[in-house]
């Protein structure tokens, strides 16, 4: 457990990770040499190129279920917990940790209705579940990201690309976690839908300190959130600051800033 002095919800130090090929074969090294430190009400944003390792330093801090990633070297923990633990340490990390991972609209349940997907994080750990509140969880939840509260007994193929993007945004905030995980999680998104994702965000970070590491190149949502910025290229941490005007680069980054496709 953290100590009482560390308040940190993220700290990684020269984290790097291997991704083994889907069909088997030698892993390949995805992220190299990564050191950062996220704070309460904090944001970071992780930006870079295709290729760069966005997603699977995602999938690692997320606790999430991709066997594939795994830690190469150096350390790294997630509220309090180090990303190698299993068991019920790994349960209690992922508890406090809402993730919308990479395609996470396209990849919800199909069988599931819209509220029981957006349930699904209280109703998968608690035995005896208040219907009523429940319901009125979830009705808050749509409300906010400005879906209709028609859409709660509907099924994914019934709804836009957009609206199970903010469906699946809900999902992850419904335990009111501590860290949120958000690999491009404006994809699909309108204009309108992309202001509802922000203002949640933003509300969460402002009344409960919620920290935030977000996979994006979107400067207008990086500086709404006053974040501080990571950019990776081909795995290698090549430049850090606060906002994408105020980067310091490492050098010998020029091919790096030419890959690096700011929206």
């Known amino acids: 457990m953290p100590r009482a002095d560390d308040d940190a919800i993220i ?3 020269d984290l790097s990770l291997h991704r083994a090929p889907a069909r088997g074969g030698a892993p390949n090294r995805v992220v ?3 050191s950062f430190t996220l704070r309460p009400g904090r944001t970071l944003a992780v930006m870079g190129p295709t290729g ?4 699977s330093l995602a999938a690692i801090i997320a606790g999430d279920d991709d066997e594939r990633v795994t830690v190469a070297g150096g350390s790294a923990s997630v509220l309090g917990v180090p990303v190698q633990k299993g068991g019920r340490a790994r349960r209690v990390r992922r508890y406090g940790t809402g993730a919308v991972m990479q395609d996470a609209g ?4 199909p069988r599931l209705s819209v509220a029981d997907i957006i349930g699904s994080p209280i109703t998968t750990r608690v035995r005896r579940v208040d219907p009523r509140g429940l319901s009125l969880r979830i009705a808050g939840l749509l409300d906010e990201l400005m879906l209709p509260l028609g859409c709660a007994e509907k099924y994914p193929y019934e709804l836009s690309a957009g609206m199970r993007q903010r469906v699946a945004v809900a ?10 995980v958000a ?13 509802a994702v922000l203002a949640a965000i933003e509300r969460r970070r402002d009344t ?3 920290a935030t590491i977000m996979m994006t190149n979107d ?18 941490p090549v430049a850090l600051g606060h906002g994408t005007r105020d980067l310091v680069w490492t050098p010998s980054s020029e091919a790096a800033r030419r890959a690096l496709v700011v929206s």
């Open 11 to 13: 700290r990684c130090t």
């Open 208 to 210: 409960a300190s919620l």
């Open 52 to 55: 760069a390792g966005k997603s």
């Open 106 to 109: 396209a990849a919800l349940p």
């Open 183 to 195: 690999d491009e999680p404006f994809a699909a998104l309108d204009v309108t839908s992309r202001r």
């Open 32 to 34: 190299d040499g990564v």
């Open 171 to 180: 999902r992850a905030l419904m335990l009111g976690p501590k860290l949120l």
């Open 219 to 236: 400067a207008d949502a990086i500086t709404r959130l006053d974040a501080d910025v990571l950019v990776l290229h081909a795995g290698h």
